[in-house]
């Protein structure tokens, strides 16, 4: 397993045994692509591993996750692009300063305990 070198998630648990994972990174455009490859990895797993089952738990997906550009010029959106297996950054025009990506991914416990173990990352808090 390589460690993700851009998202260092948290997480919490629901008290409807969902487990929330949260990152946010912040970037200089020359590392945008590096930052991209770890969302691509994570997201990639999830869609291979859970494939068709993505959305909302409360509507009867397995997993779900957000993804946004925070504090942008624009109210651009990213998008990750399952089939092409890439993300899919707004427009081309001149970068801002740094880029701020938020993921958030959640899920069931099998979900949350697989992802957890691709990735090294913690569980979530109990206390």
């Not at 996750?65 to 950054?89: C, G, K, N, P």
């Not at 427009?91 to 991914?105: C, E, I, N, S, Y």
């Amino acid at each position: 397993m390589t460690p993700l070198r851009w998202l260092d998630f948290d997480t919490s648990e629901g008290d409807d045994g969902v487990t929330t994972f949260d990152a946010l990174a912040s970037v200089r455009p020359a590392d945008r692509d590096a930052l991209a490859a770890d969302i691509v990895r994570v997201l990639d797993w999830a869609y291979t591993r859970y494939p068709g089952v993505q959305g909302p738990v409360e509507e009867g997906g397995d997993w779900d996750f957000d993804l946004q550009l925070v504090e942008s010029a624009t109210d651009a959106t990213l998008h990750y692009d399952a089939a092409a297996r890439r993300l899919v950054w707004p427009g081309d025009g001149a970068a801002p300063p740094r880029l701020t990506v938020a993921l958030t991914l959640s899920g069931p416990p099998a979900f949350c305990s697989a992802l957890s173990a691709a990735f090294g990352l913690d569980g979530p808090a109990h206390g």
